[in-house]
């Protein structure tokens, strides 16, 4: 078996898909990003055998593995997926069909990966909380800043999943914006419902690492309503958040 998964490349994605024990695996890019975190998986699945390779955002949508497979391009891979001629440039449909051919990993994921939660500390009524993945949002982070190290990709076009709870705001990694604009199209679903949506700049925080897009992120695009409540592109996104957090 082969996967092929919209996430980004990043540590932890690798690390659950070591644990699948399937042959090799296909993530996106997401840019790149700063310390290329967008690919940083490929050298650790390496490492313990399984082949690995991303597809460009600029050539598919991240959080879509059928747009990957129809239209992605390969942008990274690591020794064991070159051996397999899977290089740049290759369709992900080839790649796949080359990376069918992977002997499996002698072992499975290692390695103790964890997303972490965590609160940011701030004088602020308004709590801002820290998750290194949207799929960490609790029920009692309704009302609060939440800010976490996904994409800014809208999964299946569905608006709840954009975050899953009615928080102030919701902040992500925009992933470099990639094909269609993919990295930053959860911002129009959480105008939709009053949600200030903002996204840094990929190349100012690692994807995956909330407090990295807390403390290093600029931000990069914002929806109206973040707009009308004073967020403006360029911005150091934790000073705006302060002035968020005591307005609370």
Known sequence: MVLVCGSHGGA????LAGKTGARAVI????GGG???TGFASLDYLNGFGMAAATA?????RIGDAKDMMARGRISHTNDLSRRLGVEPGLSCEEAVRRLSLASLPQERGSGGFTEGRRQYPTK???RIVLIDSASLVRPEDEGQIVITGSHGGLLGGNSFLALQVDGFA???HDAGIGIDDAGITRLPALDERGIAGITVDGQTARIGDALSVCEEGRISCVNET???LGARPGERLLERLL???EDG
């Not at 993530?27 to 997401?30: C, E, F, P, Q």
């Not at 460009?56 to 598919?60: F, G, R, T």
């Open 12 to 15: 932890y994605p690798g690390y």
């Open 27 to 30: 993530l996106n890019d997401a």
């Open 34 to 36: 700063k310390d290329n």
């Open 56 to 60: 460009s955002n600029m050539s598919c």
């Open 124 to 126: 602020g009524a308004r």
């Open 170 to 172: 919701g902040v992500f």
């Open 226 to 228: 973040a707009r009308g």
């Open 243 to 245: 002035i968020w957090s």
